[in-house]
């Protein structure tokens, strides 16, 4: 009996001590861990209608966030998260903002502005409005091989973490292929995470079309009027080839990490670094960049009213992504590089858009030469990016058309536009490239359309 409790208290010293060695390591990322676990619980409850329990369990299953333990207040509409009760940090839900993570300064009780939504409603079906789709039969379809392609990349082993959530297929403006996991339908919505930046990019291909900027015109950052960053131009920008020093890590205590979990206002993270390269000499991709975009485009406007009201109604509600949500940061600037929601079918939309070259039922949107704009290789990205678009040009995923160009986000989130084949294919999941095969996906969905 005492040799069995000297184990057991081994055993127990042992655990301890592993739980001290663990906090000690890991004690500068609590705040970006028990960050990321506060904001992400309160958006995928409150935006996403998930649960805790489920949330835990999927979206949080990711290194050191699952050492963190978080608490949700359904009636009060906010979460918050500690990791071994260390670094606790909340995350409030604002309808029309989105959740966002504060700090002890921030007054929640402080009244807030919240974009003005137009919601169209048209007799029609898919993507024009929201009737069903009339039966439609293409003779160079083989809808078994898609069906089946479709398929493929649905976990079949039981393994949450790596299963895709949705797919939609759409040729020619039809749905061809619509899958989801189970829990999830056309109505759930899902974060987009870095989808966003595309999104954000479109809104200056807005603001060029209308002639409201020139987005070749030297970035206004009044920091930079002194330096040599004074040549950054705002297409330096759209193209991640400005220069700057920055750190894209989510696995550490990066420029990322800190700018997302821990900066009140995620514009001026980028303004503040080094230019360590000129302007189209080294491509690098910046989160940092994108929010800096997002602040310039708040300063466009003369008043903050504006600045929220703009992307839907000019571009966002205008072709039907009603679902649409991007969130704010503390000092209510859009998260440019990684907050935004929708259903499936919305972020459908968004592709379509590109596919048809701006033009939405008939409206021009943008700019027909944009989209030749946002698919050209930036200078030195080696044909895998263009302005706030990745880009097949390059030939990343080797077996799929070169004029192919997407939107990407984290773990996996895609909006494939495929304008040789008429195609736009959407899918969300928790794992990316290292657990999907997108190169044998693509391949035979598009030997599937003749």
Same mark, same amino acid.
């Given at each position: ?8 208290? *081994? ?22 861990? !028990? ?19 489920? $949330? ?12 963190? $333990? ?29 959740? *966002? ?65 949705? *797919? ?27 989808? $966003?930046?595309?999104?954000?990019? $479109? ?119 009603? !679902? ?19 259903? *499936? ?35 030195? !990205? ?64 598009? !030997?599937?359309?003749?």
């Amino acid at each position: 009996m005492m040799r069995f409790k000297k184990i057991i208290g *081994v055993v127990f010293l042992v655990l301890l001590m592993t739980i001290c060695l663990a906090i000690v390591m890991n004690y500068p990322k609590l705040d970006i861990i !028990s960050g990321f676990s506060a904001k992400n619980m309160s958006s995928s409850v409150f935006i996403g209608k998930r649960s805790l329990e489920y $949330t835990d369990k999927t979206d949080h299953n990711v290194p050191n966030v699952r050492l963190a $333990t978080d608490t949700i207040y359904i009636d009060e509409q906010y979460a918050v998260a500690n990791v071994f009760g260390f670094k606790e940090r909340k995350a409030i839900y604002r309808k029309g903002l989105g959740s *966002v993570l504060i700090d002890d300064d921030f007054d929640e009780n402080k009244p807030f502005l919240v974009p003005n939504r137009t919601y169209i409603e048209t007799n029609l079906p898919y993507p024009y409005g929201n009737l069903p789709q009339k039966d439609t039969v293409f003779e160079g379809v083989d809808y078994k091989k898609v069906q089946e392609t479709v398929a493929s990349i649905f976990d079949n082993e039981g393994i949450e973490e790596k299963k895709t959530r949705a *797919v939609m297929v759409l040729y020619k403006d039809q749905i061809i292929a619509e899958q989801y996991m189970n829990g999830f339908n056309e109505n759930s919505m899902l974060l987009g995470w870095s989808m $966003t930046k595309s999104i954000l990019g $479109t809104v200056y291909g807005v603001l060029q079309k209308q002639g409201a900027i020139n987005i070749y015109d030297k970035a206004p950052v009044k920091a930079w009027e002194n330096d040599e960053r004074k040549e950054i131009t705002i297409n330096n920008l759209l193209q991640m080839n400005c220069g700057l020093a920055w750190e894209e890590d989510y696995g550490s205590i990066s420029d990322a990490t800190k700018m997302l979990y821990l900066d009140k206002d995620m514009t001026i993270a980028q303004i503040h670094k080094k230019a360590i390269h000129k302007p189209n000499e080294y491509w690098y991709y910046s989160s940092g960049v994108s929010n800096l975009l997002s602040g310039i485009l708040r300063g466009h406007f003369g008043n903050y009213q504006e600045y929220l009201d703009y992307p839907y109604r000019e571009f966002i509600d205008k072709i039907g992504m009603h !679902s649409m949500l991007i969130e704010t940061d503390m000092a209510g600037n859009y998260v440019g590089s990684s907050y935004a929601w929708a259903t *499936v079918r919305d972020w459908g939309k968004f592709g379509l858009l590109y596919l048809h070259k701006g033009n939405w039922n008939g409206e021009q949107i943008f700019n027909p030469k944009w989209v030749d704009y946002v698919a050209t290789p930036s200078p030195t !990205s080696e044909g895998d990016y263009g302005a706030h678009f990745w880009l097949n040009a390059g030939g990343f995923y080797p077996d799929a058309p070169k004029d192919m160009f997407s939107a990407n986000g984290y773990q996996g989130q895609r909006v494939f536009i495929i304008p040789s084949k008429d195609l736009v294919i959407v899918r969300f999941g928790l794992i990316g490239d290292k657990g999907v095969d997108f190169n044998r996906f693509l391949k035979e969905m598009v !030997s599937a359309i003749k």
